[in-house]
């Protein structure tokens, strides 16, 4: 397995829509290992595929203390959203370092297909409905800043970018 480069936000390809996935086999099942290994290592409780430049729908989840809770969504759709909403802190491995709150279903039941391609559905609430929901948006290019004020996101871009240079900078002067 092998720790993956996770995209940063503002990078553009962050906003790029990902394709279903049609073929299940050891390629994927290889994404899927090292996206749970990245994500893990990061550490954070949610990853998508385009946060690693892949461009499809797939997302690894784990929301459990322990770390042994794997959930791999592949081509997920939600198929109902609760009418009740819940507003909650977020962070995303694309935008370290930022926390802010996002409204979101309180609850969602979902359907995707699993490693082997077979489909299941599932009833989620709480972190785990905010993760979901959260890494389903990355599917479609959205990343969560987008929820907040132009202000704030704009904020954000700027602190990115300035954070980006400065390792850019470091990375230089280390190789000299
Ligand atoms: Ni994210």
Redo the contacts with the bound molecule.
Sequence with gaps: MSILNILRYPDPRLHKIAKSVTVFDERLKKLAADMAETMYDAPGV?L?AP?VDVHEQLVVIDTSETNDDLLILINPEIIWSSPERKMYDEG???VPGIYDGVERAAEVKVRALDIEGKSFELHVDGLLAVCVQ??MD?LIGK??VEYLSPLKRNRIKTKMLKEERTEQYNKQRGRR
Excluded: P, R, T
């Design positions: 949610g998508a946060q995303c491995l694309s959260h890494e990355h990343v969560f």
